[in-house]
């Protein structure tokens, strides 16, 4: 598959001279895949990293497989994101690491700051649930405050329609997407069809798009089978800093040094 195997360099595309710089305007439709809720399912998380295309993995902070995965995911060309656990307006559990509208901004941060350290070679973050919290602009103010010191970008999973994540975000200048389609919040194969075909028809309409899944068994066939014939159809797959380079004109996320790093909670293991 020529075309994802060259937009998985997406990101250092514009090391190259100007005149080999492709615009997003002569790119092909180009979708993100970006799978939540990694950490927890040490089989189904094997299989996505081992995927031979750029799948963006986010995983949850402090699970049983976050850091075993993150590294096998990482070694086979794989983005790593963290998934925020936020509050949602059902009550569902966060688990650690989780944020909440009780926290006050020293609480929040920590906690945050903590969970980017958990992850190995994180370079963005997206939430976990947060249909409550994402749409409160204090606590987003202080997330973001947060981010904007690190190089990494943020990635709205607009789970609620009244989100104000990726607005505070850009507000910060934090290089920001927003998730166009959800794959899977049916677990039957006919309707991750049906969700897998509008991602690319948005991809077609608007020249990229995101979309999300889950470790779910349905979810890894369907890409297992689907993602090798996305070629054939002039479609092409990026991770999600890739994406943001093509959106962007090939511009660099963060110049050298102009962030601060992320000390990592442990030493790195690879």
Do not use: C
């Not at 895949?33 to 040490?42: P, S, V």
């Not at 075993?68 to 070694?75: P, Q, V």
Request: aromatic fraction near 6%.
């Amino acid at each position: 598959m020529r075309v994802f195997r060259l937009l998985a360099l997406a990101t250092v595309v514009a090391a190259a001279p100007a005149a080999a710089e492709p615009t997003a305007s002569s790119m092909p439709p180009t979708i993100a895949i970006i799978i939540d809720d990694m950490g927890h399912n040490l089989h189904e998380g094997r299989r996505l990293a081992n995927m031979d295309q750029p799948l963006t993995l986010a995983f949850l902070p402090y699970r049983p497989h976050t850091d075993s995965l993150a590294r096998l995911a990482h070694r086979k060309h794989k983005e790593i994101m963290l998934h925020a656990p936020m509050a949602n307006t059902h009550n569902f559990g966060l688990g650690q690491g989780g944020l909440t509208p009780e926290m006050d901004q020293r609480a929040m941060t920590t906690t945050l700051r903590r969970a980017l350290q958990s992850i190995p070679f994180v370079q963005g973050v997206n939430n976990h649930m947060g249909s409550l919290l994402t749409q409160q602009l204090q606590p987003m103010d202080w997330v973001m405050r947060e981010l904007q010191r690190y190089p990494v970008y943020f990635v709205d999973s607009r789970t609620i329609a009244s989100s104000v994540a990726g607005d505070v975000a850009q507000a910060y200048q934090i290089p920001t997407l927003t998730r166009d389609v959800f794959l899977d919040h049916e677990q039957t194969e006919a309707f991750i069809d049906r969700q897998f075909k509008l991602l690319i028809k948005r991809a077609r309409e608007n020249g990229s798009a995101v979309g999300i899944g889950h470790p779910h068994p349905v979810t890894v066939d369907y890409l297992e089978k689907h993602l090798p014939m996305l070629d054939e159809q002039g479609i092409a797959i990026a991770t999600v800093s890739g994406l943001w380079a093509i959106r962007n004109d090939n511009r660099e996320m963060f110049a050298e040094g102009e962030k601060q790093a992320i000390r990592p909670a442990f030493a790195n293991k690879d």
